[in-house]
């Protein structure tokens, strides 16, 4: 069992919704970004999520997009690969890295994976990586030890859903809006049947993520019978203006909010 899968089994057993903080490898700084996600883990974060800086971010919105163009001034790829080795010896919580799947091919897939795995990574978010296409990179994580997140969207096909509950490994990530991250749309409405289905075939952990940055919207999400939220644009902001301090305060916030509902 995978640190993520054993930190989400105890979070449902203890009815407590899981909380996974998003920052970009390399902004302000290296160590600025390390700091960053170490203050989240601190204040209460249950996954980390180190995001691998990309110049064409096609899922994110304005914030990490412009965390992404900082961060490629000065970061390159064993740099991410030593965030994640410098994290793992701070804190205790699973890592997940997000990519897309350029930055993995062209630096060799199966040699980043177990770099990655090395390096103490649980798991990659890989937003252009359809479930169709996934099967290879699935066998290639599975072999390193990591898990490869799938997603659902309110545009999700009914029948994709089991294929997406089979493949899942450790959670999937609900996209909760039709939108970029950092946008202020709830989906609920239209995401929430989608998440429905999607546990008739398996009752895997659901994370929702976009457009979740405060107290008020993880409650909502939380008190919809999602597992947790995935935050990113509303902390790269806070460590932008307020730095590791700014993130605490804000993961704190959040976590009120998650705990909130019983």
Not at 45 to 69: K, M, Y
Not at 132 to 146: K, T
Request: glycine share 8%; hydrophobic share 45%; proline share 5%.
């Amino acid at each position: 069992m995978t640190r993520i899968q054993e930190t989400l089994q105890r979070l449902r057993a203890e009815n407590r919704a899981a909380l996974m903080a998003y920052l970009c490898a390399g902004d302000p700084t290296v160590e600025g970004s390390i700091e960053g996600l170490a203050a989240a883990a601190q204040a209460g974060a249950d996954i980390l999520e180190v995001g691998w800086p990309f110049s064409d971010p096609v899922a994110d919105g304005p914030v990490i997009q412009a965390a992404s163009e900082r961060a490629l001034r000065h970061t390159r790829r064993e740099d991410v690969i030593a965030a994640v080795a410098a994290l793992r010896q701070r804190v205790a919580q699973p890592i997940a890295v997000l990519s897309y799947c350029n930055p993995l091919i062209s630096a060799g897939r199966d040699e980043t994976l177990h770099v990655l795995a090395q390096a103490g990574a649980d798991a990659l978010v890989v937003p252009d990586l359809p479930m169709e296409e996934s099967a290879a990179w699935r066998q290639a994580a599975q072999a390193e030890g990591l898990a490869i997140t799938q997603f659902i969207a309110p545009t999700t096909d009914a029948q994709r859903l089991p294929h997406i509950a089979e493949a899942a490994d450790g959670f999937v990530y609900a996209v909760a809006l039709l939108g970029v991250t950092g946008s202020a749309e709830d989906s609920a409405e239209s995401i929430l049947p989608v998440v429905d289905a999607l546990r008739r075939h398996r009752d895997v952990p659901v994370l929702a993520g976009f457009g979740i940055g405060d107290g008020a919207s993880a409650k909502r999400w939380r008190s919809r019978g999602l597992d947790g939220v995935i935050v990113g644009s509303a902390l790269v902001q806070a460590l932008a203006e307020r730095g590791p301090e700014g993130v605490r305060r804000a993961v704190r916030e959040i976590r009120a909010g998650l705990d909130s509902v019983g």
